[in-house]
């Protein structure tokens, strides 16, 4: 059996206004940081997960990603998987 | 007979569970029954109420953790036999989250969590949640939410107005709902999803009762 180290990224949507980035934008101009076009808030989840193969894995992490990290209206994610 | 129950549902962190049991035993001397989110077992009741609050504090996203616990799987055959759902504000985001409805229920455009009253426009007489037979109707709600904002796709939302399925929009959209929606039904209207609070609008002691009609309603 073999371990594996998953990040997964979940993003906004394009679409979706993210207010919450918008205030941390505005922030880092505050802190004198110019020149900043866009900036978005996403989240990261790691998972250290055991299986055989990678191809097992990530079965199981994109349905961990569909079904529950992510909501897929409002939500994309991608994810790298690593073995350790 | 069994009178008529309603179940009102409590998940880890739901904070209007009392507040619901108050306006329907209180104020409409209808019958309810608590049920642990963990329970399955949905035969003794009649219809459903998913109150507000922070199920599962809310962690990943509103709503979506109470999507997987046993009472929210059972509640697909219970809408599916046509028996009633009301979801209020986190039992909103619980009803997109799982699917019963379209959507997603998102932080409010400006940040805040607002606390305030809503007036309200009622669209659909579609299940027959609020009493606007011949007309619209213009209603007052208090809302509590910071992340009430309602989204969804442009083909999802011509489904929604095609369908009139929309029940519920603000006058003056408060949180950056798209189409102003404040609350939307399935297509069979069995099922209401808003994020204003009817239980909190059952008296007028309190500032009115604008609510009681949608909680009366869950009996038909």
């Known amino acids: 059996m073999n371990q594996f180290e998953v990040k997964v990224f979940i993003r906004l949507r394009p679409s979706v206004l993210d207010p919450a980035g918008e205030a941390i934008k505005s922030a880092s101009g505050k802190l004198g940081v110019e020149g900043i076009k866009s900036l978005r808030i996403g989240k990261m989840i790691e998972v ?37 | 007979m069994a009178s008529f129950t309603v179940g009102i549902v409590i998940f880890p962190g739901s904070n209007c569970d009392r507040d619901v049991f108050w306006a329907l035993e209180a104020c409409l001397d209808i019958k309810t029954k ?56 986190n039992g909103f985001q619980i009803l997109t989250e799982s699917g019963f409805l379209p959507g997603a229920l998102v932080a409010n455009k400006n940040l805040n969590f607002i606390c305030d009253d809503a007036d309200l426009t009622v669209i659909s007489t579609k299940g027959n949640w609020f009493n606007n037979i ?4 213009s209603i007052r709600l208090p809302i509590a939410h910071g992340e009430g904002r309602y989204h969804c796709d442009q083909e999802t939302l011509k489904r929604l107005v095609d369908n009139d399925l929309i029940s519920l929009k603000y006058n003056k959209n408060p949180n950056g709902s798209i189409f102003d929606i404040a609350g ?18 059952c008296d007028e002691a309190i ?10 309603s869950l009996i038909i």
């Open chain 2, 34 to 89: 608590f049920l642990w989110h963990e329970s399955s077992d949905l035969s003794d009741v009649d219809a459903i109420v998913l109150p507000g609050g922070f199920s599962y504090g809310d962690y990943l996203r509103c709503g979506a953790i109470a999507r997987f616990s046993p009472l929210i799987s059972a509640l697909h055959e219970f809408v599916k036999s046509g028996r009633r759902v009301l979801g209020i504000c």
């Open chain 2, 184 to 201: 939307i039904t399935n297509e069979r209207g069995n099922v209401l999803g808003l994020m204003p609070h009817p239980e909190r609008a």
């Open chain 2, 134 to 137: 011949d007309q619209k109707r």
């Open chain 2, 207 to 216: 500032g009115g009762i604008d609510g009681l009609h949608t909680l009366k």
């Open chain 1, 48 to 84: 250290t997960i055991e299986g055989n193969e990678e191809i097992d894995i990530k079965e199981k992490i994109e349905l961990l990603s569909d079904r529950l990290f992510a909501n897929t209206v409002i939500e994309d994610y991608e994810y790298s998987i690593r073995k350790l």
